[in-house]
């Protein structure tokens, strides 16, 4: 974890967007190999780029990372077309560094959880492991219908 660490905060520093997400991919595709995840590098399919999947607990979940500026509606929305357009049982993570506007988050979305940067660094900092937040984030989506809770509310 701390060789990781230290790529986020090297990745942090970078003021170009687009390198910055392109090497924010990359650090999550090692974050979940870290933990067995079996992850898989991004791809294309039909013309739209998927920036990464990975298994946990036998499902498998479609990966969207954004490191720019808060995610909002529109950009939550694209997000659940391409998890919902999958096989029936498909599920996404978005994993959005600035975290989400405040109008983003709707009932229609049930398909994906929302992971920000505090939750980032809390695992880095060995204080909850990947999987751990990932049953506690989806256990709490099911049980409310809340994708977004960092690691604090989830207490």
């Given at each position: 974890?701390?060789?990781?660490?230290?790529?986020?905060?090297?990745?942090a520093?970078?003021?170009?967007?687009?390198?910055?997400?392109?090497?924010?991919?990359?650090f999550?595709?090692?974050?979940?190999?870290?933990f067995?995840?079996?992850?898989?590098?991004?791809?294309?399919?039909?013309?739209e780029?998927?920036?990464?999947?990975?298994?946990?607990?036998?499902?498998?979940?479609?990966?969207?990372?954004?490191?720019?500026?808060?995610?909002d509606?529109g950009?939550?929305?694209?997000?659940?077309y391409?998890?919902?357009?999958?096989?029936?049982?498909?599920?996404g993570l978005?994993?959005?560094?600035?975290?989400?506007?405040?109008?983003a988050i709707?009932p229609?979305?049930?398909?994906?959880?929302?992971?920000?940067?505090?939750?980032?660094?809390?695992?880095?900092?060995?204080?909850?492991?990947?999987?751990?937040?990932?049953?506690?984030?989806?256990?709490r989506?099911?049980e409310t219908?809340?994708?977004?809770?960092n690691?604090?509310q989830?207490?």
């Amino acid at each position: 974890l701390s060789k990781l660490k230290v790529e986020f905060g090297i990745i942090a520093v970078n003021k170009n967007f687009n390198q910055r997400g392109f090497q924010l991919e990359k650090f999550l595709y090692k974050l979940f190999l870290l933990f067995d995840l079996e992850p898989k590098g991004s791809f294309k399919i039909h013309g739209e780029q998927i920036d990464g999947a990975f298994t946990f607990q036998g499902t498998d979940f479609l990966l969207e990372a954004k490191w720019k500026s808060q995610v909002d509606r529109g950009q939550l929305a694209a997000f659940c077309y391409k998890v919902e357009s999958k096989f029936k049982t498909a599920v996404g993570l978005l994993v959005t560094i600035d975290g989400v506007t405040s109008e983003a988050i709707s009932p229609d979305f049930k398909s994906i959880i929302i992971m920000d940067g505090l939750d980032l660094v809390t695992i880095l900092e060995g204080r909850v492991s990947l999987p751990d937040l990932l049953f506690k984030k989806r256990r709490r989506a099911i049980e409310t219908g809340n994708i977004y809770q960092n690691i604090y509310q989830l207490q």
